[in-house]
C-alpha cells in the first residue's frame, strides 16, 4: 500500500497575459489568472489510481503563496487525501535548485512517503530538472519522463519516453516519479469532491518548520539572476499580397527574403 506524495504548483493561465515584476524581475503572478499545472493534475490522477487499487494516501505538496491554496483544493477535490503547503516570503524568487532543496526537506516531514510524483515541467518555467533535483537531495533513484507507470512489490516501473527513444525502466521505492501528458487523462471533480475539498486538512508549513535556513534560497541567494527585461515589440499588421496571377512567386520571394526558406 504506497503513500504517495505528489507535487503540485499553482502556475499563470497561459492565456492570460504574463509579466515580470520591475523591481526584481521575478514572476508577477498577481498580475495573471493562476490555475494548478495541468501536468500536475496527472500526476494527482497517476497517484490516484495507484492508491485507488492497491490502498495507501495521497499527499499533496505545494512550495508557494498563499494564494496556491485555490491550486491545493482543485487538487483535493480530485480525491486527494490532504495537502501539505509550504508557504514563506523567504522563498520568493527561488530557482528550481532551491525550491527542489525546499521541497526535499518539506517530503522529509512527511511519514511514510513511498513514492513521489511530480510532472515533467511546468508551464511557467518549463525548466524540467526539478524531480531529478528533489530526488537527488533525498538520495533516492528517479524515473523521468514516464508514460507509463506500474507499483508492485516494492518497486515502480514503466516506460519512460525521450527524444532519444522509448525505455523501459525500473527502481526500488522510495522514488521519484515524473510523467508527460501521456500517462493518463485526469478525472474531472465531481461536485461531491469539490464539496469534500473544503473539509480536508492542508497543513501550513514554514521555513523554520522544515528547516531550511533562508540564506539559500530566495532571489537574492539564486544561482541565476535576470538584470534587465524588455518588453515584446507590438504586433504589426503584417504585408499584404496581392494576387494578380504571381501570388505564389510574391509569397516565395518574401520568404526568401526573410530568410524563412
Known sequence: MPNIVVLIKQVPDTAS??????????????SADAIL?????????EALQITEAQGGEVVLLTVGPERATD???????????RAVHVQDDGL????????????????GQIEGAELIMAGNEATDGTVGAVPAIVAEYLGIPALTHMSEVTVAE?????????????????????????????????????FKGIMAAKK???????????????????????SSQVTGVTPKPARTAG???????????????????????
Request: proline share 4%.
Open 92 to 107: 520568493k524568487g527561488s530557482d528550481a535548485v532551491q525550491t527542489a532543496y525546499a521541497l526535499a526537506a518539506a517530503i
Open 37 to 45: 499545472d495541468e501536468i500536475n493534475e496527472r500526476a494527482v490522477e
Open 239 to 261: 504585408e499584404k499580397v496581392a494576387d494578380e496571377g504571381n501570388g505564389g512567386a510574391d509569397i516565395a520571394a518574401y520568404l526568401v527574403g526573410q530568410k524563412l526558406i
Open 154 to 190: 516494492g518497486a515502480v516501473s514503466g516506460r519512460r519516453e525521450t527524444d532519444e527513444g522509448s525505455f523501459q525502466v525500473e527502481a526500488s521505492m522510495p522514488a521519484v516519479v515524473s510523467v508527460t501528458e501521456r500517462i493518463n487523462e485526469p478525472r474531472f471533480p465531481a
Open 200 to 222: 480536508k486538512p492542508v497543513e501550513v508549513l514554514t521555513l523554520a518548520d522544515i528547516g531550511v535556513d533562508p540564506s539559500v534560497v530566495g532571489v537574492a541567494n539564486a
Open 17 to 30: 497575459e504574463r509579466k515580470l515584476s520591475e523591481d526584481d524581475y521575478t514572476l508577477d503572478r498577481e
Open 71 to 81: 491550486a491545493i483544493r482543485k487538487a483535493l477535490s480530485m480525491g486527494a487525501d
